[in-house]
T-cell receptor, first 114, second 112 residues
Framework: DVKVTQSSRYLVKRTGEKVFLECVQD?????MFWYRQDPGLGLRLIYF???????EKGDIPEGYSVSREKKERFSLILESASTNQTSMYLC?????????????FGPGTRLTVT | GEDVEQSLFLSVREGDSSVINCTYT??????LYWYKQEPGAGLQLLTY?????DMKQDQRLTVLLNKKDKHLSLRIADTQTGDSAIYFC????????????FGAGTRLAVHP
């Protein structure tokens, strides 16, 4: 079974702190993604990576950065956390099956910034 | 730009069929997906349909695609309490890197 794990399920940080969210997948997938999920807005793509050290901005990259030093690990960094970054953060990795890309998701990290 | 829309809530009685609807805007989408999110969990892929198909059936799930109207639906037959969850529709954009555009999600509540 594909497994995508995230470093924390719940996290509480203070405004201005630097925050690291880590994601690890065990299926040798090329592509990895970070989303944030907010009620009524669905999932919005923050950043994605298609290879080690490669990254592309998603729809809402402002205030975030990412790092992919190893194929299995994709980190999301909040340089200076703000209250409007309180959200659920979901990591995913993907493979191609019968022409369709399947994204596999981690359980999510609920981040609260106070 | 690309957009995917879904109604936010659906309530059904146990044993009835549920139909969750979705509309999308990108006519070049290659695949369309349905994901399920149970409370406290990440998203789980339920099923997907290739854009040149109009129907796909998988046990209790039936996906209907009307490409002309850019309308996608997910029908769950004999809905059970374990089907209570949020269901997300997503379109896969043509081009590389497997970008998906998600709808806001439909919360399905199943009551006895």
């Amino acid at each position: 079974d594909v497994k995508v794990t995230q470093s924390s399920r719940y996290l509480v940080k203070r405004t201005g702190e630097k925050v690291f969210l880590e994601c690890v997948q065990d299926m040798d997938h090329e592509n990895m993604f970070w989303y944030r999920q907010d009620p009524g807005l669905g999932l919005r793509l923050i950043y994605f990576s298609y290879d080690v050290k490669m990254k592309e901005k998603g729809d809402i990259p402002e205030g975030y950065s990412v790092s992919r030093e190893k194929k299995e690990r994709f980190s999301l960094i909040l340089e200076s956390a703000s209250t409007n970054q309180t959200s659920m953060y979901l990591c995913a990795s993907s493979s191609i099956t019968q022409g369709a890309y399947e994204q596999y998701f981690g359980p999510g990290t609920r981040l609260t910034v106070t | 730009g690309e957009d995917v829309e879904q109604s936010l809530f659906l309530s059904v009685r146990e044993g009835d069929s549920s139909v969750i609807n979705c509309t999308y805007t990108d006519s070049s989408s290659t695949y369309l997906y349905w994901y399920k999110q149970e409370p406290g969990a990440g998203l789980q892929l339920l099923t997907y349909i290739f854009s040149n198909m109009d129907m796909k059936q998988d046990q209790r799930l039936t996906v209907l695609l009307n490409k002309k109207d850019k309308h996608l639906s997910l029908r769950i037959a004999d809905t059970q309490t374990g089907d209570s969850a949020i269901y997300f529709c997503a379109e896969g954009l043509s081009g590389g890197y497997n970008k998906l555009i998600f709808g806001a999600g439909t919360r399905l509540a199943v009551h006895p």
